[in-house]
């Protein structure tokens, strides 16, 4: 049997520098123009932003650390210091050292979660060479979406490079590329060589869409009626009026009547003055008017529905909480898979790069990890107490750092621990219950 080492199969089904197995068909989500459109939802409609802050907030919020994963010491704690994080079992309390012109982990993590509205967030490697020689990480310089004007994709669907629109500098214009050993691209639900990905906002658009336009409807419904319209009755002419100069005398009225009536305003000093036997009165609208709020609360539902985030619309979609711990338990899944897909990628293309930079490629890389999301356990006297009772904090040195760490304890001592093991009495050996032999 001939072992397969290369493809002969292809997943740039376009052939061209991009990639979408489902053709975008509405025109104005189709890309470039669908990042203005998803950045103006982002900004301008509460529901939008809610739901965005709902995914991201939670993500951003969680602590991020560095398992060393078989890495030796040298290598996890310069991994860890470059990406300014911590390692499984340090002090989470520790001092933490000056970070101006450090790289922020916090500030990439904000950035790399606009994948989700944009489809893809792409950031360039820059590194600096210390006084020992190795490459430490500066910054993951971010790309906007706006300013990628070409991506390159290789037949098998990987990515080549990115290209950015030429920047104007004096009397040049350079188009910038960058290859794919420079870049960190997150992407969110990539298929194939669709290196632009697909919008979490996607199935929420045609929602916002007739909610921003119901809004606009609403408010005109709000101003045209609030006030109702004026409308102007001549006055009644004497019957001696007849003929042309009636007509005329007539028409002077009523134009005189439309003048006042399309300049009334309300107001301390607003007021009309009319002929005797004319009318100056303020129509509304006959019958009820079209109420708005329902179809624009379902389009607000439909909206947190496209992410799951269904418990934002308790209260009004269902009428009660009682299933809200049911929702939140999928929405916590669906943002564990965001964020260990971020861990994913952080490890391939920014750890594994450093280790690669520094160590070569056989030497074993550190991997990033981060606590269950909404996760949270309050160091309380009595929980510290059980678990001290029931020896779980010194049953061995990793079951107490894991212990430590999720309960924000203070990091192990060693030398500490080695006192207290050598204090610690023998335990005792098992001995046979009664009718048992040992």
């Known amino acids: 049997m001939t072992v397969p080492t290369s493809e002969k199969g292809y997943a740039d089904t376009s052939g061209g520098w991009w990639t979408a197995l489902d053709e975008e068909e509405t025109p104005e989500l189709q890309w470039p123009k669908n990042v203005s459109v998803y950045d103006r939802m982002r900004r301008q409609d509460a529901q ?111 990515l080549v490079a990115v290209h950015q629109h030429g920047a104007m500098g004096g009397t040049t214009k350079t188009a910038p590329r960058m290859g794919v050993d420079q870049l960190v691209v997150y992407v969110n639900d990539r298929e194939g060589g669709n290196w632009l990905g697909q919008s979490l906002l996607r199935p929420a658009y045609k929602y916002w869409l007739l909610k921003d336009r119901l809004l606009r409807v609403q408010a005109q419904t709000v101003d045209r009626n609030g006030l109702g319209i004026p409308v102007y009755e001549g006055s009644k002419l004497p019957d001696s009026v007849t003929g042309e100069d009636r007509t005329t005398r007539e028409q002077d009225e009523v134009n005189a009547g439309l003048k006042l009536a399309r300049g009334l305003r309300s107001g301390d000093n607003a007021g009309a003055a009319i002929p005797n036997s004319a009318k100056l009165t303020m129509k509304g609208v006959e019958g009820d008017l079209p109420d708005a709020d329902v179809p624009i609360r379902y389009y607000d539902e439909q909206i ?100 430590r760490t999720i309960y924000g304890l203070p990091g192990l001592d060693p030398v500490e621990r080695a006192k207290t093991r050598a204090a610690a009495p023998a335990k005792p050996a098992n001995t046979p219950k009664e009718g048992q032999t040992a």
């Open 304 to 403: 947190a529905r496209a992410v799951l985030a269904h418990f934002l619309n308790l209260g009004t979609e269902t009428g009660s909480w009682a299933l809200g711990s049911t929702f939140a338990d999928f929405f916590t899944l669906s943002l564990q898979t965001v964020a260990m897909q971020i861990a994913d990628t952080v490890t391939q293309h920014i750890i594994e790069d450093l280790v690669d930079l520094n160590w070569g490629p056989n030497e074993p890389a550190p991997r990033l990890v981060f606590d269950e999301i909404g996760s949270r356990h309050p160091a309380t006297a009595e929980a510290i107490k059980a678990l001290v009772d029931c020896g779980a904090l010194s049953a061995d040195e990793g079951l107490e750092t894991h212990l």
């Open 48 to 158: 939008v932003i809610s739901v965005l802050r709902a995914v991201t907030l939670p993500i951003r919020r969680t602590a991020w650390r560095i398992d060393p994963n078989g890495a030796s010491p040298e290598v996890a704690q310069q991994v860890a210091d470059d990406l300014g994080l911590d390692l499984v079992g340090d002090d989470p309390n520790r001092k933490v050292v000056r970070t101006r012109d450090r790289f922020s982990w916090s500030e990439h993590l904000r950035l790399s979660l606009l994948m989700l509205p944009f489809g893809h967030s792409v950031f360039e490697q820059v590194y600096r060479i210390d006084d020992s020689g190795k490459a430490r990480l500066r910054k993951l310089a971010w790309r906007p979406p706006k300013t990628i004007s070409r991506i390159d994709v290789a037949a098998d669907g990987g």
